[in-house]
């Protein structure tokens, strides 16, 4: 066997910090040969992209190597020069960015960054710099090699004029124009909707089977590795637990973490148990509509004042003691729809009927008692609590605004919910920052059933979480649901996870329900293609896990 | 990597600054000869000689227009200019001029006897600046063209004082200004920056608030002193910072400047080359109190503070180029005389009159008002502030600008406690200043302590009405005790009037009737080495 | 686009006539009388009221207010009392000076502040990095009206080498009138000797004013470098292989360029407004001197124009940046 | 997570309650003490702050700082006896550069104060309210903005009279509008955060949110512009000062002292240098302190 493109032995990294150096790479040990496809997976914080990074020379800042190397083609690269990566960087190994919007230049066209790039690399390989027109030449290529349509018009537009996924189809252009030796994939598609997440992964696979490319890959999704990658390593911690053929990894996982993190992938194929339950225990009465809205519509002017139908005419009725499942992707209006619930947004036209009271007309004091009633759990528990507040000022909070406690009955209240969520009491004192994001989430739902409501709100609750946080989020979600009897609506992007819990559920597009029905029925029959296919990239993931979980 | 960029920028710098060095000129030659730089700090906003006058405005309006006589020499004398002669009557209420026959406006037109009576015509109707001097004794159809040389004045009463004002009374073309009429404005508007005169200079360029050029005149009637030395022109260049004066000064880019601090002539004087000029001058300094409101209305506490005053201190605030007033009116004035008994630092007997006042203890705040940005007011006001701490009298300085000070002044009511108050007199009759403590001054900011004595006033009056001269020398001796026996004022000090300019520049003349900084352009030349 | 220029014509004169009544109720709330300040010292009573009425000063300030809006309307703002001409006419002999050094301030401070400003973010916590944090750091601190004077002893009377104040020699005749800038008007003539007087008088000056200037522009587009250099999208560069050099100069910097410019808008309008202390010390004659000595003799009407005429190019500027950013930033052109 | 600690059943100290609080503290001193020039600011601030508290007590010559005159003694260059020189009035330019730090000090205080006192309220409430009120708040606001502060306040304290207080009060006027504009720029930022849509999800009144959500999350910018107006205000009130509009005598303050002292320059440097280096020393402290609190408050620098 010729010598591995890439191998990093024994590669340990700190950071320092404020409190010390953190190991953030702890004795890593990879090959990656030419050819090879090679996917790591682990969660946030878990060190992956710190690894791909050093591999790049882009390590973050104040990090120090404090043992191993890193080969690239019999050379070590541990510690080169800004000059010797010259010829190296972006020439030999290149890289595919996870936010597509944020690694474009907004300021130059996408046929200049692309063939400045280009130029970038003849000047290394000492080929001269081509002429203008041949690097557009092969610019538009390229475009077209990456599938995109009307490359030649591309060639003058701006990222901001290009949706998120022909953005990463510019950047995996760009990542391809200096012919890499080694590509690098950073959670290539993480940033995309889910539909989009698919055409972009086939994209990729495409690529890197007729350019018979040699590709590391990382992400947090499994099903995005194993339609990739053929060998899998796994990261936990700065540490790799476990590495192998990622059939192998993900059909007979050794290590613990790795057995977790395959579990906690909701299994989209899975009858949910209460399907069963509920047939065992047949319906005795007349569900109790517990909230309703009719014709809800949102309407916003653009800035160009041209109107935007955000939502668009929606009827739906949750039943009392429900899970109420919204599903749809970014930009389906399902976001705005459960403000409007809750009426943090106007709505244009349309009434919500709670508890038989039109609350579209409230205002004033009687909308803030109904707030004690209905409670709203974000998408993002990291912006979603005040960092200048303590976690007990903010789980109080409510009490306070709502009710004439005491400070004292306050206090015990906040501790007595921090039980409830399964948080140390003594976190009271402590601030968000402090906190991981699943703490985090709990916290949040803390302060959401501080007042008694009836109705929780779950805006994506978990999607910026891991996986294996979500997993326990969600449990204990359906656990606080039975100890306080709540109705929930749960909105969320992830088919999977509605299968798994919702009874009712609602298909959104464009601000529009397009399916509505049992959870059940509607994932057993699709009736809408626009549903299939979200059903089917949420297969993806599930079945790499299912490997594991079956096998 | 970003070498080539510092050197760049470096060389591109370097480049810059060798450019730029410009050599220090002397005064400035032309072809016509040699211009003459006088480094001012107050711009000429209105030339027009009826309108306006203040020191650097008169300078220039001296330059460019003649009057009927002119003050010339220290002590000042009215000497023959226009009128090469001239009688009164009897009752002293009719004045005859016989105007010289050569004398032509600047564009060929002869100075008539009509002329001078349009040009005081015009004075008196426009009501302006110089206007207050003989409106009250002067109608315009007093003034009468006798024949073409001859002008005669008809006053309404006798007046002693008017011929001391007709060197500031210029005469205009009438012919230029009534072309340049612009809705019977008499010829306001154009004559702002041009000019219909008669004098030693004619305009060049006249950047307003930058600089003011005067061309001389070749064939000007009066001829030049200097002869051929005549200088080409006269710029008056504005330099507002004392520092930037100096620098000018030292640099030669000016010949000559005024207002330079006193410490700055101290200094500068030992500079060689340079010259100072140190002239007792006619402008006297007073703390005019409120003697009608106020705790300063009583006369004992106005007395303790008069006898408070660190007098030496006043002298050195000007680094001794002062002299103490011994009077209310200045040395330089006819009818001047040193008056017995006028206060001097004293504590014990201000202390006595303190005890004597309604404040026996003091333990009283008095406001000083003064011009804000006037170096010296300041300075003196820090001075009573020191002195006054003896009293056990706070001192509250509150500098003013000048309109609002005068505004606040012109009311008994709204009158500060304490003013400072420099006064030029505008002629060298004692009337000039006399006047000042008459009870129809009240309003005019020098009367700003609203002096109320009957007997003064009358004695005033009388003084003014007669035209014998012992007479009313002997009524203003009188006039003098009595106010500094009331003390409406802390009797200050005289300034000297100072320039700075280069030793090349000759024919320097002095005159104390002149304003602080004026000088007469008309026999100054330049002496090349 | 006709509805677009409409309205910011509307929003214009708007804030125009805004600072018209702001400025003109404030200045009227002095008792002082400019009336008795040109009538002269020793003026009577009677020769004040003359003047007072030939200025309107003896009117209601209602109607006095009234009168001077309508006259504004038509382009008239008023007449000086000290100088007893057209404020126009006056604003209009002293703006092009003012301008002119505030351009060449403004030009001074772009070309050193974002050069400078640039090298100290590459060059971050380097020796450059040092320099250029104490420069703009004192630069903001020092009070420009002491560094004016220090720098006039120093190259003025000290070495010699420049003029202490003023635009021209004394008995250097201007270049024929064209713009009012003497560095243009002499190009224009072909004089260069001239031009090289003028710009020998301008530099001091310029210097002291574009100092703050600099200051601010290098320490913005420093720290827009430094987050720019940080930015994933200049990761993205590295990391494809494109020269730091070209990353720095082509990419970065016309993206931190975007909050430079807004920054120098601002500092536009700061420099003339400092223009008040900086043309005292160097005798500059512009609109800041004029509006000096005008407030000095509480002759409000040139205050007025000149406080509007400030405001006038102020909001002019800022039309300016708007526009270059959107020139520069693509997602701003379709708004 | 399943097995939590239950072990808060005795009353934690002050230093565990606080713990996170004390570790921000620490981590902020530390941010700061490794930035040399945001020492250099802290000291020059403190050494002012302490002049202004004691000054007065400790000059060689506290007379000198009550306007004594010694015409004995003018304009002596700076000796052992006389550190920075006497000024024109015999007066020791020490004692009354040392004094002028209180006088400065309360300038930079009220000017600042009154600017954010009446900025910070309306820029929230425009930032927080829109509509009608924003545009009118926001309208006037760019109003003084568009019209550069110095020329503004010449021309009020041309108009008012010169003097300490309308100088000040001149300088208030035309500060505010920079707090409105920082504040809702701000507010309109932190309105869209997630915890402010959540506090109102819960039923928060509009002065609550402002209270507890809004200013909150406003004030590290605010106390850094505030530490450096600090700086900005003294200097603006010298510029003031210098064009003769500052300060009456014979209050020791510092621009007042450079106005009187630029005619005497440049034979007695020492009178204008030591109150202008004063100014600009004081002011390069607030400012490089401000910076320094930018450092470490403003989460855009923030690395870590």
């Known amino acids: 066997m010729s010598t591995p493109l890439l191998d990093i032995k024994d590669y340990s990294l700190d950071i320092g910090t404020f409190d010390g150096p953190v190991h953030v790479l702890k004795g890593i040990n990879l090959t990656v040969n030419r050819g090879d496809t090679l996917g790591i997976v682990g969660e946030s914080g878990s060190g992956k992209t710190v690894l791909v990074r050093s591999v790049m020379g882009i390590g973050p800042k104040g990090s120090e190597v404090t043992q191993g190397q890193i080969t690239f083609d019999g050379q070590d690269i541990t510690r080169l020069t800004e000059k010797a990566w010259g010829n190296i960087r972006g020439i030999r190994i290149s890289m595919i960015f996870q936010d597509p919007m944020t690694y474009l230049n907004p300021l130059f066209t996408i046929g200049q960054q692309i063939s400045d790039v280009i130029a970038a690399h003849q000047r290394a390989s000492g080929e001269g710099v081509a002429s203008k027109s041949a690097r557009r030449a092969r610019t538009v290529e390229l475009l077209d090699q990456v599938g995109m349509r009307d490359p030649d018009q591309l060639f003058d537009q701006y990222p901001h004029q290009l949706s998120g996924g022909m953005r990463q189809r510019v950047l995996i252009a760009m990542a391809l124009a200096g012919k890499p030796e080694l590509l690098i994939a950073d959670e290539p598609t993480t940033a995309l909707d889910v539909t989009v997440q698919a055409q972009v992964l086939d994209l990729i696979k495409s690529l890197v089977e007729k350019l018979n490319l040699t590709v590391v890959m990382i992400s947090h999704d499994i099903g995005a590795i194993a339609t990739i990658a053929t060998r899998c390593a796994v990261m936990y911690k700065g540490e790799i637990v476990e590495q192998g053929a990622t059939a192998d990894i993900l059909g007979n996982p050794q290590h613990a973490y790795t057995k977790q993190l395959l579990a906690a992938v909701p299994d989209i194929e899975a009858e949910p148990k209460r399907v069963a339950a509920a047939a065992a225990e047949p319906k005795t009465e007349k569900p109790v509509k517990l909230l309703e809205a009719h014709d809800l519509t949102k309407i916003y002017k653009s800035q160009s004042g041209e109107p935007f139908t955000a939502v668009d005419k929606v009827n739906l009725s949750v039943a009392k003691g429900e899970i109420f499942g919204v599903v749809g992707e970014s930009g389906s209006g399902k976001s705005t729809l459960a403000r409007m619930l809750l009426r943090l947004i106007e709505p244009t036209s349309g009434d919500i009927i709670f508890d038989g009271q039109n609350i579209s007309g409230l205002n004033g004091e009687p909308l803030r008692q109904m707030r004690r009633h209905m409670q709203f759990v974000f998408q993002n528990p990291h912006s979603a609590l005040n960092g200048r507040h303590t976690i007990g000022d903010a789980i109080g909070e409510p009490l306070r605004i709502q009710t004439n406690m005491s400070k004292r009955d306050i206090e015990a209240r906040v501790e007595a919910l921090l039980d409830i969520v399964q948080l140390p009491r003594m976190f009271k004192y402590r601030y968000p920052h402090e906190l991981s994001g699943g703490q985090k989430q709990r916290v949040c739902i803390a302060r959401a059933i501080a007042l008694n409501p009836r109705l929780l709100i779950l805006d994506e609750p978990t999607s910026a979480l891991d996986i294996s946080v979500q997993a326990q989020v969600l449990e204990f979600l359906q656990q606080v649901r039975a100890e306080l009897d709540l109705t929930y609506v749960f909105i969320s992007h992830d088919l999977a996870v509605i299968r798994q819990i919702c009874d009712q559920t609602i298909v959104m597009k464009r601000g529009q329900i397009v399916e509505q029905g049992d959870t059940e029925k509607i994932f057993l029959s699709p009736a809408e293609d626009y549903t299939r296919a979200l059903i089917e990239s949420g297969r993806k993931t599930s079945r790499a896990a299912n490997i594991g979980a079956t096998g | ?529 | 686009m006709l509805t677009f220029t409409l309205r910011k014509l509307l929003t214009v004169a708007g804030t125009m006539l805004g600072i018209a009544v702001l400025t003109f109720v404030i200045t009227n709330i002095a008792p002082g009388d400019p009336a008795r300040l040109v009538a002269g010292p020793n003026a009577t009573e009677d020769m004040v009221a003359t003047i007072r009425t030939e200025y309107g000063l003896d009117r209601p300030m209602i109607e006095q207010f009234a009168i001077y809006m309508k006259d504004l309307v038509t382009g008239d703002f008023g007449t000086s009392i000290v100088s007893t001409r057209p404020v126009l006419d006056e604003l209009l002999r002293y703006a092009p000076a003012t301008i002119e050094l505030v351009l060449v301030a403004m030009l001074l401070g772009i070309f050193v502040g974002v050069p400078l400003g640039m090298l100290s973010a590459v060059y971050k916590d380097g020796p450059i990095d040092h320099f250029t944090r104490i420069l703009s750091i004192s630069g903001v601190a020092i009070p420009a009206f002491w560094f004016g004077i220090l720098m006039q002893l120093y190259f003025s009377v000290d070495l010699g080498w420049l003029p202490v104040s003023g635009r021209l020699p004394l008995v250097t005749r201007p270049p024929e009138f064209i713009t009012g800038s003497l560095l243009i008007d002499s190009l224009l003539a072909g004089n260069f000797k001239t031009f090289n007087t003028a710009l020998s008088y301008i530099i001091l000056p310029a210097i002291v004013l574009s100092f703050p200037c600099l200051a601010s522009i290098l320490r913005v587009n420093r720290a827009e470098m430094i987050e720019v250099l940080q930015s994933d999208y200049i990761v993205a560069a590295r990391a494809h292989g494109i020269s730091s050099r070209r990353i720095v100069i082509c990419y970065a910097l016309k993206n931190a360029l975007l909050p430079t410019l807004a920054m120098i808008g601002l500092r536009f309008g700061w420099m003339l407004g400092s223009t008040v202390l900086v043309e005292t010390v160097f005798d500059w004659p512009g609109i800041g001197l004029y509006a000096v000595s005008s407030a000095l003799a509480s002759d409000f009407k040139p205050v007025i124009g000149v406080t509007l005429l400030i405001g006038f190019l102020f909001i002019i500027t800022n039309t300016l940046v708007d526009l270059a950013y959107a020139w520069i930033d693509p997602r701003l052109r379709r708004a | 997570m399943s097995n939590i600690e239950q072990t808060a059943t005795r009353p934690l100290s002050f230093r565990e309650r606080n713990a996170s609080q004390i570790r921000q503290m620490r981590l902020y001193a530390h941010m700061f003490r490794g930035s040399f020039s945001s020492m250099l600011g802290l000291t020059l601030v403190v050494v002012f702050l302490i002049l202004a508290a004691i000054g007065p007590y400790i000059v060689p010559y506290p007379e000198d700082t009550r306007g004594a005159v010694h015409m004995a003694a003018r304009l002596l260059p700076p000796s052992a006896e006389h550190w920075f020189g006497t000024d024109e009035m015999g007066a020791d330019i020490f004692s009354r550069v040392i004094a002028g730090a209180r006088t400065s000090l309360w300038i930079g205080i009220v000017i600042t104060g009154l600017g954010a006192l009446i900025g910070v309220p309306l820029g929230i409430i425009a930032g927080y309210k829109g509509g009608l009120l924003r545009a009118c708040i926001m309208r006037v606001t760019e109003l003084f903005l568009a019209v550069p502060g110095l020329a503004l306040a010449l021309a009020i304290v041309a108009s008012l009279g010169p003097g300490l207080t309308n100088c000040m009060i001149a300088l208030a006027i035309v500060w505010w509008p920079g707090y409105v504009r920082l504040v809702e720029a701000k507010t309109l930022s932190v309105k869209e955060e997630l915890f402010v849509e959540s506090a109102r999800s819960i039923g928060a009144k509009t002065p609550w949110i402002l209270w507890h959500h809004i200013l909150p999350n406003c004030m590290s910018p605010i106390i850094v512009k505030m530490s450096m107006d600090m700086g900005m205000a003294i200097l603006a009130a010298a510029g003031l000062g210098f064009i003769g509009l500052g300060a009456p005598p014979p209050a020791p303050e510092w621009g007042a002292m450079v106005s009187v002292a630029r005619s005497y320059m440049p034979d007695w440097w020492w009178y204008s240098f030591f109150p202008g280096a004063a100014i600009f020393l004081t002011v390069l402290g607030f400012n490089l302190l401000g910076d320094g609190l930018r450092d470490i408050l403003d989460p855009r620098s923030r690395t870590r």
């Open chain 2, 1 to 529: 990597m970003f070498g080539t960029v510092i050197r760049n920028i470096v060389l591109a710098g370097l480049l810059a600054s060798s450019v730029l060095a410009a050599p220090a000129q002397a005064f400035e030659r032309t072809d016509n000869g040699n211009v003459i730089v006088f480094g001012g700090r107050q711009a000429i906003p209105v030339l027009d000689p009826h309108i306006r006058y203040d020191w650097s405005t008169r300078m220039i309006q001296q330059g460019v227009y003649d009057a009927l006589v002119k003050y010339e020499g220290d002590p000042a004398v009215v000497k023959p200019w226009l009128a090469e002669k001239w009688e009164t009557s009897e009752d002293g209420k009719t004045w005859t001029f016989h105007l010289v026959k050569n004398a032509k406006f600047h564009n060929g037109d002869p100075v008539t006897a009509e002329a001078v009576r349009y040009s005081f015509e015009r004075g008196l109707k426009l009501n302006k600046g110089v206007a207050w001097m003989l409106k009250d004794f002067l109608a315009p159809e007093g003034v009468s063209v006798v024949d073409d040389y001859t002008v005669k004045f008809e006053l309404k009463a006798p007046y002693a004082p008017f011929l001391s004002f007709l060197p500031w009374w210029f005469v205009v073309n009438p012919a230029q200004v009534k072309a340049n009429e612009v809705d019977g404005d008499y010829g306001q508007k154009w004559l702002t920056d041009n000019e219909a005169g008669s004098g030693p200079f004619k305009l060049g360029r006249w950047e307003p608030n930058v600089l003011y050029e005067v061309e001389s005149v070749a064939d000007y009637w009066k001829r030049w002193p200097q002869g051929e030395n005549r200088p080409a022109g006269v710029i008056y260049r504005i330099i507002r910072e004392p520092a930037a004066q100096k620098a000018a000064l030292q640099r030669g880019e000016a010949d000559i400047v005024e207002g330079l601090t006193s410490d700055d002539y101290v200094q500068i004087e030992k500079v060689p080359g340079i010259v100072i000029q140190n002239h007792k001058g006619m402008t006297t300094f007073g703390i005019k109190f409120n003697t009608q409101k106020g705790p300063t209305a009583d006369i004992n506490l106005r007395k303790a503070i008069a006898y408070a005053m660190d007098y030496d201190a006043l002298v050195g605030v000007y680094n001794g180029a002062a002299s103490l007033e011994t009077s209310p009116l200045p040395d330089a004035m006819k009818g001047h005389i040193e008056v017995p008994g006028i206060p001097r630092k004293d504590l014990a007997k201000a202390k006595e009159f303190l005890a004597k006042s309604a404040y026996p203890n003091g333990g009283i705040t008095l406001d000083y008002v003064h011009v804000a940005g006037l170096e010296e007011a300041r300075r003196i006001g820090l001075v009573l502030l020191d002195n006054l701490k003896a009293l056990n009298i706070g001192v509250n300085i509150k500098p003013e600008q000048w309109p609002n000070m005068v505004a606040a002044g012109s009311k008994v009511e709204t009158s500060p406690n304490m003013t400072s108050v420099f006064t030029t007199p505008i002629s060298t009759d004692p009337d000039a200043v006399a006047y000042q403590y008459h009870k129809n001054s009240w309003g005019q900011y020098y009367a700003m302590a609203f002096y109320d004595n009957a007997d003064v006033s009358a004695m005033i009056d009388k003084a003014r009405g007669s035209t014998n001269w012992d007479e009313r020398a002997k009524l203003y001796a009188d006039i003098q005790k009595q106010i500094v026996a009331d003390q409406p004022e802390v009797f200050g000090m005289l300034q000297n009037r100072r320039w700075a300019h280069q030793s090349y520049l000759q024919g320097f003349n002095f005159s104390p009737v002149r304003f602080t900084g004026e000088v007469d352009l008309y026999p100054l030349w330049i002496k090349e080495e």
